[in-house]
């Protein structure tokens, strides 16, 4: 069997969200001895991380790249020879695509909260989301949340829906730098909170920050700080500003992007992880929190408690009082901090990145063989 793969969204050198889970399918994919063919299509040439070409692993750089998923891939899989099936592991199908197609949807959050997208951005994923879950054979999600979200609003069978759980990549945090020369290059505070993530209204950072405020006021924690890793994404501004309105700039730290080299010393060294999002297709960083044996605070809704289990504390993401009252409460008890710490080595045992892409290789090859 002829395997196609959309490549583009782990064709980049920093990978988060999306990117993350296609450059690690794609990677577990070339590894698994499957006896089939795999064709990635990509825009630009393979960056260099890459699985290595080989008789079973080819690159097909397709142009152009303006409209590539309306144009040029579709194009190029009416004239050339053609996959026995497609897998897009984005929310876009090509249009109108001769060969049978899989897609994968992370989350459904635009539909949830319109209101924190660029309007650009959120025409473009109501539009083709749809019209790439109708056309798609099967469709894979991140979570059971997602799948039942995904099914009430696009009204399609359950079992056209599929979840494959992402997994925790131990290799991706290959520790280079040591822990003096962390502290000197960025200047970490000695006690702090921790939040890892894409700057973004949905990840409700804003609120973090004000529970951050009660707790250093309210708590008597005056001696802890705030340090926020994560590239901007959309509507940030309010976010940059919110420490500057509550007085606390000094306590609080944006660190922008943060090689993978130099994460593990943030999660090893801080007092508690919190991810306290309206809305998640997944939460990665859960398990990356846990990888380091730090705990985590997360909002109890969406698919956080799929990720969490019994190995975190819940918050309502709407209180910061809830915030803040379950921040101080983890960092206070240490009994409490030891127990969710054993608790979430047990949890990061269920997932597994090669488990995800023989799930997605056993749906591509039932859509692939039913043609």
């Known amino acids: ?27 577990q994919l070339s590894k698994l001895k499957t006896g089939h063919t795999f064709w990635i299509y990509l825009k630009n040439k393979p960056i260099s991380d890459f699985p290595k070409e080989s ?7 397709v142009g152009p790249k303006a409209f590539w998923t309306q144009i040029g891939l579709p194009f190029h899989l009416y004239t050339s020879k053609k996959p026995d099936v497609f897998f897009s592991p984005t929310h876009y199908a090509p249009r109108l695509s001769p060969v ?24 473009q994923l ?14 894979i999600t991140i979570s059971q949340a997602s799948k039942s979200d995904i099914i009430k609003t696009y009204n399609i069978s359950k079992d056209r829906v599929d979840v494959v759980y992402p997994g925790i990549d131990y290799a991706r945090f290959d520790e280079k730098s040591s822990m003096e020369t962390i502290k000197e290059k ?17 990840k409700n950072i804003a609120r973090l920050i004000e529970a951050f405020d009660k707790v250093i006021k309210d708590k008597n924690m005056s001696d802890l700080s705030l340090v926020i890793i994560g590239k901007k994404g959309w509507m940030y501004e309010d976010i940059l500003n919110t420490p500057k309105k509550l007085g606390i700039e000094d306590k609080v730290m944006f660190l922008d992007f943060v ?52 190995a975190v504390l819940y918050v309502d993401p709407e209180s910061v009082d809830d915030i803040a009252k379950k921040i101080a409460q983890l960092i206070s008890d240490e009994k409490l901090r030891e127990k969710l710490i054993e608790k979430g080595r047990e949890q990061i045992k269920k997932f597994d990145w090669e488990k995800s892409a023989r799930q997605v290789l056993s749906i591509l090859e039932e859509v692939g063989n039913a043609r």
């Open 1 to 27: 069997m002829i395997i196609g793969i959309d490549g583009n969204e782990a064709n980049v050198s920093n990978k988060v969200g999306i990117g993350q889970f296609a450059g690690s399918i794609l990677d």
């Open 55 to 61: 008789d079973s692993w080819k690159y097909k750089i």
């Open 100 to 123: 049978p197609t899989v897609i994968a949807v992370m989350d459904m959050s635009f539909i949830h909260f319109p209101e924190l997208f660029r309007k650009k951005d959120l025409f």
């Open 126 to 139: 109501k539009n083709w989301t749809s019209y790439s879950v109708r056309r798609a054979s099967r469709v």
């Open 186 to 202: 960025y200047n970490v505070p000695k006690r702090y909170i921790l939040f890892v993530g894409t700057l973004q209204p949905r």
């Open 259 to 310: 090689p993978d080299e130099d994460i593990p010393y943030f999660y090893k060294n801080a007092q508690v992880f919190v991810l306290p999002s309206l809305y998640e297709g997944f939460g990665l960083p859960i398990l990356e929190a846990m990888k380091y044996n730090c705990p985590v605070i997360t909002s109890n809704v969406s698919s956080l408690p799929e990720v969490g289990g019994d």
